[in-house]
């Protein structure tokens, strides 16, 4: 009688183990925090505080909060709707992210500290006179406005839709100029595509050198 017994209790647990498991596995896991996000799917380009160190990859940290989640929204795309803002990598980045997240993240990076981009050592001096005249006084002969206007004097921006440039990469920005310009970029209202068909090559160059020099 005792073996039955044993042999009844074993074919209860084996029955049990089973849905345990089943229900275990069915469990949603919480969702990711701002920070394991940041830490993870955004390190890699960014760094973990949004202070990227790579010259093509922008820095996040301090930048306005509604222009980042904006940004991160125009990169999604939808099942009705195709991405605002094209590139290949940021639309996976994004695409398993909530709109929440996306906020959650536009204000995490606002609160870490900038740490500008390095001003290169044989940067071209005169390059970055011709670029501070640019951007604080634009070219009335050519119709340029000052970036200023838009961006402030000291590059701090104007939210949600002007964004902070002071230390950002100049690589990068040379990059965002040349993409506005030749329409690849458009989700601006048409306000740096006007601007940039007015600006040639050596006039972008010059800004991009002059606002990684802003702090």
Same mark, same amino acid.
């Given at each position: 009688m005792k073996i039955i017994k044993n042999m009844v209790i074993l074919a209860t647990f084996a029955m049990v183990a089973p849905l345990a498991a089943e229900?275990?596995?069915n469990v949603d896991a919480a969702p990711a925090t701002v920070t394991e996000i940041a830490s993870g799917v955004c390190a890699g380009c960014? +760094?973990?505080? #949004? +202070?990227?160190?790579i010259p093509m990859n922008?820095?996040?940290? #301090?930048?306005?909060?509604?222009?980042?989640?904006k940004q991160l929204l125009d990169f999604k795309a939808t099942e009705s709707e195709?991405?605002?803002r094209n590139s290949p990598v940021m639309s996976s980045m994004v695409a398993a992210l909530s709109q929440d997240d996306m906020k959650n993240l536009g204000e995490y990076y606002a609160k870490q500290k900038a740490n500008p981009s390095q001003v290169a050592t044989d940067?071209?001096?005169k390059l970055i006179a011709? #670029?501070?005249i640019l951007y604080h006084g634009g070219n009335l002969e050519d119709g340029i406005p000052a970036c200023a206007g838009c961006h402030g004097p000291k590059g701090s921006g104007i939210p949600p839709h002007y964004p902070a440039v002071a230390g950002q990469h100049a690589e990068y920005t040379l990059t965002q100029l040349q993409l506005f310009d030749k329409k690849e970029r458009t989700n601006d209202k048409a306000v740096m595509r006007n601007v940039l068909s007015r600006m040639n090559g050596q006039e972008m160059r010059a800004v991009s050198a002059y606002i990684s020099t802003l702090r």
């Open positions: 229900t275990d596995d960014h +760094n973990a505080d #949004g +202070n990227s160190v922008p820095i996040l940290a #301090g930048q306005h909060a509604e222009y980042i989640t195709p991405a605002k940067a071209d001096e011709k #670029g501070k």
